[in-house]
Nanobody, 127 residues
Framework: VQLQASGGGLVQAGGSLRLSCSASGRTFSSYAMGWFRQAPGKEREFVAAISWSGGKTYYQDSVAGRFTISRDNAKNSMYLQMNSLKPEDTAVYYC?????????????????????WGQGTQVTVSS
């Protein structure tokens, strides 16, 4: 499985961006996926995650209500709609997949819960 994140860019505070993550392979619909981010000088942190079916979603408290994670299994794609962006949302955003745990009821907020990672896309929010 290979993951490709896209959609990052420069936006003013209060603006919106939509990130996409496309996956190769025919088993996309069987595993949970997540978004993480890493700001300069900080550790990578959890942003949001979605179950294999799309029925369960989880968010970091600081983005809940502003970000929406979704997936389209028919298109092998996952999305992160980011609204009301703040300068503190500036980071490289990574998509991740839990390929080794198909059809799991567990949706992890930890990096160790994911075994495949995309290359990251830069999001910069100006004040």
């Amino acid at each position: 499985v290979q993951l490709q994140a896209s959609g990052g860019g420069l936006v003013q505070a209060g603006g919106s961006l939509r990130l996409s993550c496309s996956a190769s392979g025919r088993t996309f619909s069987s595993y949970a996926m997540g978004w993480f981010r890493q700001a300069p000088g900080k550790e990578r942190e959890f942003v949001a995650a979605i179950s294999w079916s799309g029925g369960k979603t989880y968010y970091q408290d600081s983005v809940a209500g502003r970000f929406t994670i979704s997936r389209d299994n028919a298109k092998n794609s996952m999305y992160l709609q980011m609204n009301s962006l703040k300068p503190e949302d500036t980071a490289v955003y990574y998509c991740a997949a839990a390929v080794s745990a198909p059809f799991s009821s567990v949706v992890s907020s930890r990096e160790r819960g994911y075994d495949h990672w995309g290359q990251g896309t830069q999001v910069t929010v100006s004040s």
